[in-house]
């Protein structure tokens, strides 16, 4: 079974730019979430989709968004980059069976705003 | 006081010794926990989940779990120099998972 993907892998933007992030979960993996990764924060969440719904939200601003496509596949947005925008991003995409919560990440879109 | 916590480390033990990963957490309703291992530049795997007090074992990893004392913790037998990694404790509540800022662990031949 194929993993998540991610695309693109890297991405080099200029401030005040917008960029689209796009993660394809594994085949039956219904809940999609996006965290982004520095060196000083670590990893946080960002927000969580479910069936095109929108289940979860972090702490970020309203220039990061997201959505959930019918097949799964899901978008992430950044609207007006900041140089504190660079980051590794990462999707992941998740199995619930009950109890049972399983969470696997892609390998990220390192994007690098100039 | 951050949500999930662990010592940044690093925890450095040689080859063949136990290694052993702990976390705290402040969030009583935290219903499950989760131990990842990244290496640098790779994005994290996910090593093994934990929903009951007590013990889970699989393989080389036994994950631990005291809710009473809102603490869990990774051991890892006979440790690997392929074990050198960063090792990041998540705790899932209300759908969303909160990462600690990981602990390098260093396995030295």
């Known amino acids: 079974k194929a993993g998540v993907t991610q695309t693109p892998r890297y991405l080099i933007k200029t401030r005040g730019q917008q960029v689209t992030l796009s993660c394809s979960p594994i085949s039956g993996h219904r809940s999609v979430s996006w965290y982004q990764q520095t060196p000083g924060q670590g990893l946080q969440f960002l927000f969580e989709?479910?069936?095109?719904?929108?289940?979860n939200k972090g702490n970020f601003p309203g220039r990061f968004s997201g959505r959930q496509f019918s097949n799964s596949r899901s978008e992430m947005n950044v609207s007006t980059l900041e140089l504190g925008d660079s980051a590794l991003y990462l999707c992941a995409s998740s199995l619930v069976i009950g109890a049972a919560y399983e969470q696997y990440f892609g390998p990220g879109t390192r994007l690098t705003v100039t | 006081q951050k949500e999930v916590e662990q010592n940044s480390g690093p925890l450095s033990v040689p080859e063949g010794a136990i290694a052993s990963l702990n976390c705290t957490y402040s969030d009583r309703g935290s219903q499950s926990f989760f131990w990842y291992r990244q290496y640098s530049g790779k994005s994290p795997e996910l090593i093994m989940f934990i929903y009951s007090n007590g013990d889970k074992e699989d393989g080389r990893f036994t994950a631990q779990l005291n809710k009473a004392s809102q603490y869990v913790s990774l051991l890892i037998r006979d440790s690997q120099p392929s074990d050198s990694a960063t090792y990041l404790c998540?705790?899932?509540?209300?759908?969303?998972?909160?990462f600690g800022q990981g602990t390098t662990l260093q396995v030295k031949p």
């Open positions: 989709y479910f069936s095109e719904t929108q289940r």
């Open positions: 998540a705790a899932r509540n209300t759908g969303k998972l909160i």
